[in-house]
């Protein structure tokens, strides 16, 4: 089956329930599924068929969906663009998957208009958009596509080098949407807020499955913590996706506001990121469970995304569970198991996995090595079957001989409740050759540089304690859009 076949059969059977909606507008499944087709017809006018590119450039808006859609239906892939990103970034991540054609919004309109891939048309979205699919004709679009075709391209970074474009099949957003359902309990009468932009996999693959399960999508444009206290007051929502920096202002606005919450399943994500302390407050306000989870673009949510932190609970470890839908194993580094204790490679098979990198054999073939996708994280099992994230493998800290995880000194930091963010990274040193520092932020002055001293020298070993502490203002950390902490920036502070 096909991301199209599911959306038809919700839109057959749910035809005047609610599909997205976008501030006042709204789009019933049935309406949703009209303009599917009349954006099929128009690419299909435009040559564009099974294997080509769209390329697309906006913020989150009713035409992003309304494409992704059409091109599963005939067989197209979306390349979601990433409007961070500086121009020679851009122009890098369009050439590279030589699209047909080239939509943007008005607001990326300048950065759309540098970008100069010959043989790749552009069209605004909006009048300009509407224009064409009015010209286009009615001939119904061909339905092309095959499961393990692609549909989504997203765009991973990484810590050298251009951005790479990962391809996401049909079989794999599929999956993905199973995986909501079987481990976070999401079902058609949940709504999924899309504030996430659709150039990330919060906004692109939580969307689509929620259409292919019928639920409603509450497109949003950005994140705002107005806008998400107003929805939460009118909508059940099953998963409130909340990266590390947004929790905080939400938080604080329903404590300082009387919001009659309609409903939260489960809120959060990448519960290592976040202060215990946090975790528990906001869970508490929301009545929802805390997304203890584990995945990636490449992944989806799997492979350590089965584990939920009871509502105001304050965890005493992040160990994870196994996500559904997939096999799971910690390698050394000649491939074998390693026992429990021991630390090592996640590897991950399963049908949520990405199809690999676009127009890159090479690294294709070394990270999907013996079949299994290799993700460059390093865990350790425990006895009791969970398993705990150490760190990735390219942040490892070795200092006079000794392996220093940052991940674990990160947690320590974070327990305490007068710190709002730590990172840890490297810094070159003659003798040891490499020490790890920590950068922290605070929510006082109360807590000064001995009492972290003191903390770390209660928790750690000496190896592992940071050799200097680096106080700065929460803001001032670079941030990728999911809210993670750009290592390698911070780690420039230190040139």
């Given at each position: 089956?096909?991301?199209?076949d599911?959306?038809?059969?919700?839109?057959?059977?749910?035809?005047?329930?609610?599909?997205?909606?976008?501030?006042?507008?709204?789009?019933?499944?049935?309406?949703?599924?009209?303009?599917?087709?009349?954006?099929?017809?128009?690419?299909?006018?435009?040559?564009?068929?099974?294997?080509?590119r769209?390329?697309?450039?906006?913020?989150?808006?009713?035409e992003?969906?309304?494409?992704?859609?059409?091109?599963?239906?005939?067989?197209?892939?979306?390349?979601?663009q990433?409007?961070?990103?500086?121009?020679?970034?851009?122009?890098?991540?369009?050439?590279?998957?030589s699209?047909?054609l080239?939509?943007?919004?008005?607001?990326?309109?300048?950065?759309?208009?540098?970008v100069?891939?010959?043989?790749t048309?552009?069209?605004?979205?909006?009048?300009?958009f509407?224009?064409?699919?009015?010209?286009?004709?009615?001939?119904p679009?061909p339905?092309?596509a095959?499961?393990?075709?692609?549909?989504?391209?997203?765009?991973?970074?990484?810590t050298?080098?251009?951005?790479?474009?990962?391809v996401?099949?049909?079989?794999?957003?599929?999956?993905?949407?199973?995986?909501?359902?079987?481990d976070l309990?999401?079902?058609?009468?949940?709504?999924?807020?899309?504030?996430?932009?659709?150039?990330?996999?919060?906004?692109t693959?939580?969307?689509?499955?929620?259409?292919?399960?019928?639920?409603s999508?509450?497109?949003?444009?950005?994140?705002?913590?107005?806008?998400?206290?107003?929805?939460?007051?009118?909508?059940?929502?099953?998963?409130?996706?909340?990266?590390?920096?947004?929790?905080?202002?939400?938080?604080?606005?329903?404590?300082?506001?009387d919001?009659?919450i309609?409903?939260?399943?489960?809120?959060?994500c990448?519960?290592?990121?976040?202060?215990?302390?946090?975790?528990?407050?906001?869970?508490?306000?929301?009545?929802?469970?805390?997304f203890?989870?584990?995945?990636?673009t490449?992944?989806?949510?799997?492979?350590?995304?089965?584990?939920?932190?009871?509502?105001?609970?304050?965890?005493?470890?992040?160990?994870k569970?196994?996500?559904?839908?997939?096999?799971?194993?910690?390698?050394?580094?000649?491939?074998?198991?390693?026992?429990?204790?021991?630390?090592?490679?996640?590897?991950?098979?399963?049908?949520?996995?990405?199809?690999?990198?676009?127009?890159?054999?090479e690294?294709?073939?070394?990270?999907?090595?013996n079949?299994?996708?290799?993700?460059?994280?390093?865990?350790?099992?425990?006895?009791?079957?969970?398993?705990?994230?150490v760190?990735?493998?390219?942040y490892?800290?070795?200092s006079?001989?000794?392996?220093?995880?940052?991940?674990?000194?990160?947690?320590?930091?974070?327990?305490?409740?007068?710190?709002?963010?730590?990172?840890v990274?490297?810094k070159?040193?003659?003798?040891?050759?490499?020490?790890p520092?920590?950068?922290?932020?605070?929510?006082?002055?109360?807590?000064?540089?001995?009492?972290?001293?003191?903390?770390?020298?209660r928790?750690l070993a000496?190896?592992?304690r940071?050799?200097?502490?680096?106080?700065?203002?929460?803001?001032?950390?670079p941030?990728?859009?999911?809210?993670?902490?750009?290592?390698?920036?911070?780690?420039?502070w230190?040139?």
């Amino acid at each position: 089956m096909t991301v199209y076949d599911l959306f038809r059969e919700q839109a057959s059977a749910r035809s005047d329930h609610v599909a997205i909606r976008y501030g006042e507008k709204k789009y019933t499944y049935g309406q949703l599924a009209g303009r599917v087709e009349l954006v099929a017809s128009f690419l299909c006018s435009k040559g564009i068929g099974r294997g080509d590119r769209i390329a697309i450039l906006s913020e989150n808006r009713p035409e992003y969906l309304e494409v992704q859609l059409a091109a599963a239906k005939i067989g197209a892939m979306v390349a979601c663009q990433n409007w961070r990103l500086a121009v020679p970034e851009l122009e890098h991540c369009v050439n590279l998957v030589s699209p047909s054609l080239l939509l943007h919004s008005h607001r990326f309109e300048k950065a759309a208009n540098v970008v100069n891939k010959p043989g790749t048309e552009k069209i605004c979205l909006g009048p300009d958009f509407e224009a064409a699919l009015a010209n286009a004709g009615s001939c119904p679009a061909p339905q092309n596509a095959d499961s393990e075709d692609g549909l989504i391209i997203l765009y991973t970074s990484g810590t050298t080098g251009h951005p790479k474009a990962a391809v996401l099949s049909h079989r794999a957003e599929i999956a993905r949407m199973m995986v909501l359902r079987l481990d976070l309990g999401i079902d058609k009468n949940d709504c999924y807020l899309a504030w996430s932009p659709m150039f990330h996999m919060g906004g692109t693959d939580h969307s689509l499955s929620t259409l292919m399960m019928g639920g409603s999508v509450l497109l949003a444009d950005g994140f705002d913590p107005a806008t998400i206290a107003n929805v939460i007051a009118q909508y059940k929502l099953g998963w409130l996706l909340l990266v590390p920096a947004t929790i905080e202002p939400l938080v604080e606005l329903l404590k300082a506001e009387d919001i009659n919450i309609k409903g939260v399943k489960v809120v959060g994500c990448m519960a290592d990121l976040v202060p215990p302390a946090i975790i528990a407050e906001v869970s508490q306000l929301l009545g929802a469970s805390f997304f203890n989870s584990f995945g990636s673009t490449e992944t989806g949510l799997p492979p350590a995304s089965a584990g939920l932190i009871p509502p105001g609970t304050t965890p005493e470890n992040l160990s994870k569970r196994q996500s559904s839908l997939c096999r799971f194993r910690i390698v050394d580094q000649e491939g074998k198991d390693c026992l429990p204790g021991q630390t090592g490679e996640g590897i991950v098979k399963g049908p949520t996995l990405f199809s690999g990198y676009w127009n890159a054999p090479e690294i294709n073939a070394r990270e999907f090595a013996n079949g299994w996708f290799h993700m460059g994280d390093l865990f350790r099992r425990n006895s009791d079957g969970s398993f705990d994230f150490v760190g990735r493998a390219k942040y490892l800290i070795k200092s006079g001989g000794e392996n220093i995880y940052p991940a674990e000194i990160e947690r320590v930091l974070l327990s305490d409740p007068r710190i709002s963010e730590a990172v840890v990274v490297r810094k070159p040193d003659a003798r040891w050759g490499e020490i790890p520092v920590a950068f922290v932020s605070r929510y006082t002055d109360d807590i000064a540089e001995q009492d972290i001293e003191q903390l770390c020298r209660r928790e750690l070993a000496g190896y592992k304690r940071p050799k200097a502490i680096y106080f700065v203002e929460y803001e001032q950390f670079p941030r990728s859009a999911t809210g993670k902490i750009l290592r390698e920036e911070v780690e420039k502070w230190l040139s």
